[in-house]
């Protein structure tokens, strides 16, 4: 019998449902679980065991009664840029530590009226900027597979979580593939939905316009009962779609037959990792055992993404992060004397340097003399890139592209050099770009028995067919199961062993 | 003044929505500081602004009584800069695509037409209020003005003198308060207007340096601060000296402007896209029902009532005073329907008697079918002036029908010509010396025994009958002496 962390949603959702196990014990055993490794992976800022206990209660209670919901009772955690009433709200920065918004995001209260367990408030790169959750002012994330290597960013907590077995789901943002690359670093499956699927009210914003909420689970089915839940139209956020979702669970083993799978030359260029073409280009044989066709396909202005994507998304993130200035909440520098030095010294001590960066690059950007040669010519490289892609969607139904041009690396390898770092974002940030909906999907592991993932791409709204693809390939190839997860759960797990898919575990 | 003045002003109205541009909080001045506040308005993390239709209505009804051309496709943008009184550090507001350009609205100068363009109409929020405190250490901020709605209207620089900058404001002021868009309440700072003013020789087509004097909250202020300031620059100039382009705040106590900051220290915006906002695509439905909704303007009505009601031109102005009040007379004057009662009634009853009330109420407290039908009975003769004024007292602040009313005070006049007869005989009986009087050739008396015979009867008689009675009755009394 497998321990209660290893279950994915859906089944524990069948225990809790068929009175198999209490939601009670399903949130101590993970409450025990984080106490355990937490200090090993650090994929927690803030663990909320008296506001899991009292929800599992709850949630135990709308089961007795009759009134639960698929998602009742199941534990999770929130990414910590996301507000949640009375329990702190970080970013993962100095800026923001102690802070506890007096309302909850959108996701929050939905999930909550779903009866879902917070477990607790999961590590990020400050302010979500960042691939390897390493500019954390709590510390960075380690990789359940490999305690000495990154666990990829932003959502580095959300998807270390997942992989370590310290929550059956939870949510990330992805702004310019904070979701899809630790998803591809942990072995498990992330989704970016379209943007306005889900509504961004209560998401602490980094670049309003490429923000969007999504989750990350073991599997493609818990994605898919996971967006069931989160999208929809929200009144408060007037980017969120006024559209009526399909139901992603319903037809989710239709399989692929007849889908047509492009492969944009741009994403299998120069300074792919042999190994991450191996894996993805196995996904795709896979698609096409299945009845799916693929062929070559193009998105040229892709190559100019990351430019584009750091100005744009800097440019927001200027203006959205000016708000913290010391004068209402979140850090205040106690050694101001005017109001100058107050923005000054409370700013300089609240941001961390990626984020100060960011900052400076975004206000240049958009100053006088330099705003039309960078922000406006930005703007005209997304209209582009999203024209490239609707050309792309023309002759196929989904694009498949690795998620990376690397696997996880060691912790400190390319904090000296941000560009290299920036240049990890090659195959993500053309998605939010355009505003489509991505998902990723272990694929394979490499040399060092590091996950490996696969990128689809979809139209905007397709998340059902996205999921569709997802399901045959992790079908097909199995679930990744990082050692921590797969074991007891002690960290006496030889660091760096290869972890075994599902059919080896049973084996 | 050896130079043209040239100005051109930048107008500053609170839009008179419910609820603020961007969040439910109440949009009401005056009450307990950040009592009307919530997370979206403080500019809390994660938390969404959400524009408020009625804003945009607000917006671009201003634009229509304006004459601007109202843009199909428009869309907000942030205005990035540090102040504490600015939540979220960059003001919401319009950049290239406001939701109104290129109107104009007319002024009145020495009886002549004069046309001030409008540049521009944009939609953005208002800041919150610094008060600094003297006693406390440092300032406290009040953040109930944060998120108010607010219009910004940008004239073309087309005003020639202090005088006509004025007018303009005026004009400005009296569409937004006929249109309802603003209540224009200057004291509260719901309009304020900036200055911008250059001198250039006359005949010359290029502009010269220009100032930009800020928030001014009154008519007075903005003339006199024009004034002043076009005397400044003056100066500067016969003494050989250059203007610099610079703000200049204008100190209303002390009568002068001092300088904020030159064009160099001028703040960089940094303006771009507000992300969290759609664009505002706006259809013809959408358009037309606003302009349905935009009542007859003032200058329209007063050309109007002098023109086609014979009101002179002075009258006309009191009357569309506000729109209270022109509604008022229109709906009067159509109900009596004699314009000239109608105006004689408001201006020498209600408005008076608003003048009187304590406040700034803009209540006539009156309808113009009770106040027309009230004049109506005066008019025909069926109540004296007398009765019609204290039957206009019993029914003002009440929805007490006068028509009713005027039978349960018994106003109507008396007709009986036995009573009349009676009233005068016995009055010239009691008053053996104002008979005397008449005799002795004293025209007074007839006044007196007349108002004596009025009150007898109770204010009640026509006094045109009682008139005739006592003449016929002196005459007969002369007669049978002789
Ligand atoms: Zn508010």
Known sequence: ?507 | MNHEIVIGLEIHSELRTRSKVFCGCANEYGAEPNTRTCPVCLGMPGTLPVLNRQAVDFAVKAGLAMNCTISGFSKMDRKNYFYPDMCKAYQISQFDLPFCRDGYVDIEVDGQTKRIGIERIHLEEDAGKLNHDPYAQGSLVDYNRCGVPLIEIVSRPDMRSPEEARLFMEAVKEILEYTGVSDCKMQEGSLRADVNLSLRPFGQEKLGTRTEMKNLNSLRAVQRAAVTEAERQEALITAGKTITQETRRWDDNKGESFSMRSKEEAMDYRYFPEPDLVPVVMDEGWLARIRESIPELPQARRAKYVQEMGIPAYDAGLLTGTIQIADLFEQAAMTCGNPKSASNWIMGEILRQMKEQEGDSLDPGIDGIRLGSIIGLVERGEITQASGKKLLEAVMGTDADPVVLVERMNLRIQRDEGAVIDAVVLVMKNNPQAIADFQAGKGKAVGFLMGQAMGLLKGKADPGQVKSVLEAKLKEFDGGAS
């Open chain 1, 1 to 507: 019998m497998k321990e209660l962390h290893e279950l994915p949603v859906h089944e524990l959702a069948g225990l809790l449902a068929d009175r198999k196990i209490g939601a009670r014990e399903v949130a101590q055993a993970h409450l025990d679980r984080i106490a355990l490794l937490q200090q090993d992976v650090n994929c927690y800022i803030s663990i909320t065991p008296e506001v899991a206990l009292g929800q599992a209660d709850a949630a135990q209670k709308r089961m007795d009664g009759g009134d639960a919901g698929p998602l009742t009772g199941i534990p999770m955690a929130f990414k910590d840029n996301m507000c949640t009433k009375g329990v702190q709200t970080s970013c993962a920065s100095r800026m923001l530590e102690g802070f506890v918004p007096p309302y909850n995001a959108t996701v929050v209260s939905t999930l909550q009226k779903a009866g879902t367990v917070m477990l607790g408030k999961l590590n990020m790169d400050e302010f979500a900027m960042g691939s390897t959750n390493e500019n954390s002012y709590f510390g960075p994330v380690r990789n359940p597979w490999n305690l000495e290597r990154v666990s990829g960013g932003s959502s580095g907590g959300s998807a270390a979580a997942v992989a370590a077995g310290l929550a059956p789901f939870a949510l990330g943002s992805d702004t310019g593939g904070s979701i899809r690359l630790p998803a591809s670093f942990c072995g498990v499956v992330g989704m970016k939905p379209t943007y306005g699927a889900v509504s961004r009210f209560g998401l602490v914003a980094f670049a309003s316009s490429l923000d969007q909420i999504g989750p990350l689970a073991s599997n493609v089915r818990d994605c898919a009962w996971v967006l069931d839940a989160i999208m929809g139209h929200d009144p408060m956020d007037s980017t969120s779609a006024p559209v009526k979702h399909e139901s992603c669970t319903a037809e989710l083993d239709a399989g692929v037959k007849g889908m047509s799978f492009g492969l944009a030359r741009e994403y299998f260029g120069e300074g792919l990792n042999g190994d991450i073409r191996k894996a993805v280009m196995k996904a795709v044989q896979v698609l096409e055992a299945q009845g799916a066709v693929s062929g070559e396909c193009s998105v040229p202005a892709a190559e100019f993404g990351i430019s584009a994507y750091y100005l744009l998304s800097s440019a927001e993130a200027s203006a959205n992060l000016a708000r913290y200035d010391g004068i209402r909440f979140g850090h205040r520098s106690a050694d101001a004397t005017d109001m100058k030095e107050l923005y000054r010294l409370t700013r300089g001590e609240g941001f961390g340097r990626e984020v100060k960066t960011r900052i400076l690059l975004g206000t240049y950007a958009l100053s006088s003399g330099y705003h039309d040669a960078l922000y406006v010519k930005a703007l005209k490289v997304r209209r582009m890139i999203h024209d490239d892609f609707i050309r792309a969607f023309e002759t196929h139904d989904i694009l498949v592209s690795p998620v990376s041009p690397t696997t996880a690396f060691r912790l400190g390898e390319k904090t000296a050099d941000p560009l290299q770092m920036y240049l990890g974002d090659v195959y993500t940030v053309a998605v939010n770009l355009a505003g489509l909906p991505a998902l990723v999907v272990p694929c394979g592991l490499d040399s060092d028995g590091m996950p490996i993932g696969v990128q689809l791409i979809g139209k905007p709204f397709s998340e059902k067919k996205l999921l569709q693809a997802g399901q045959a390939i992790e079908q097909a190839l199995g679930r990744f199961v990082s050692p921590m997860a797969a074991g007891t759960g002690s960290t006496a797990n030889p660091v760096g062993q290869c972890g075994k898919t599902e059919e080896e575990v049973r084996a």
